[in-house]
């Protein structure tokens, strides 16, 4: 038996799975921004010729409604699907949320379901309260969707401010401990799980519930699904036209759930990444360095979320009179 110290070269250059991650966070970020006119021209294209064949399916529904409403439905579930795949800042937002915070896959989830929800929900809630209940024109509704929309960028920010503070007290509290002889082991030591070293290797429950807390939870959905979807408000905007906007906010609903399914794939993706990482670093000397490393990523997502907040909030432009943006 002999006392096993990690120097902090050995500590450091264990952690490249880590590292190398945020350094894809790092790349995907700058690769978003640098192509982000190209894929929003791109998305828009797209979503010019479904706005076509929506409005075509809402006639149909206008004139059959029991014929063309399951049709309707169907559409708009692919629709959400599809829609899904453009870019979008809720994208953004949870992928890099759940690259660099530990989080449950249920949690996550839920996380991807209830944004999308409260998406759609938005759209049906804004379009009753403005055109049904206030009896307001066109225009002033997209100027709601567009405060809406300035909204939840500062969302974004809010939420990555909230995730830097937490990053940084924790960052705080590690650099005020003092490095400790945990156990005395043998030198060819293999770490696991279950090793009993006193070194901890995954997430613990209590980590997993402290980074997806009710505050944390909450920013994230509503920094995600405060904006309206387009495609949705549109809709609602001609089946009201038309007299069928009960089907209009059926179909809004099912554009949600479609939106749902993509994001929670793309989540899905994103978390399995993130734990691969981690059990690529199992068997690393954990010391403090392990997790320096964990709460360094955390304050990079947090910082990313910032960047990209204020860089949605300059960039936002109100529609056009009539028109409609291609959000999300």
């Not at 830097?164 to 030198?187: E, V």
Request: charged share 10%; hydrophobic share 50%.
């Amino acid at each position: 038996m002999s006392i096993s110290l990690e120097s902090r070269q050995s500590g450091r250059s264990s952690l490249w799975p880590l590292w190398g991650m945020l350094t894809l966070v790092l790349l995907a970020a700058v690769a978003a921004w640098w192509f982000w006119p190209q894929l929003l021209w791109q998305s828009v294209s797209w979503q010019k010729a479904l706005h076509q064949q929506m409005t075509g399916l809402l006639q149909q529904v206008a004139q059959q409604p029991q014929q063309a409403g399951l049709a309707l439905v169907g559409f708009s579930l692919i629709y959400g699907i599809l829609h899904a795949l453009g870019p979008g800042h809720g994208k953004v937002v949870i992928a890099t949320f759940l690259a660099t915070h530990p989080t449950r896959l249920k949690t996550s989830l839920k996380l991807t379901l209830a944004a999308a929800l409260v998406q759609g929900a938005v759209a049906v809630g804004l379009v009753t309260l403005m055109l049904i209940i206030l009896q307001a024109s066109s225009r002033q509704l997209h100027l709601s969707s567009f405060w809406l929309e300035k909204g939840s960028y500062l969302l974004v920010v809010g939420l990555g401010l909230w995730l830097c503070w937490r990053a940084l007290r924790q960052l705080m509290r590690l650099r005020r401990g003092k490095m400790r002889i945990q156990q005395l082991r043998p030198i060819d030591h293999q770490h696991d799980e279950h090793c009993g070293c006193g070194h901890q290797h995954l997430p613990d429950n209590e980590q997993l519930m402290r980074a997806t807390g009710w505050k944390t939870s909450l920013l994230v959905v509503l920094s995600m699904g405060l904006r309206p979807c387009s495609g949705a408000i549109m809709m609602l905007l001609f089946s009201r036209v038309i007299g069928v906007y009960g089907w209009g906010v059926i179909g809004a609903l099912a554009m949600a759930l479609g939106t749902a399914l993509t994001v929670s794939v793309m989540a899905l993706l994103v978390q399995s990444a993130r734990a691969l990482a981690i059990r690529l670093n199992r068997r690393a000397a954990p010391a403090p360095w392990q997790r320096v490393a964990l709460h360094s990523l955390a304050l990079a997502g947090g910082l990313l979320l910032i960047a990209g907040g204020i860089i949605l909030w300059l960039s936002a432009q109100p529609a056009v009179s009539g028109g409609l943006r291609a959000l999300r």
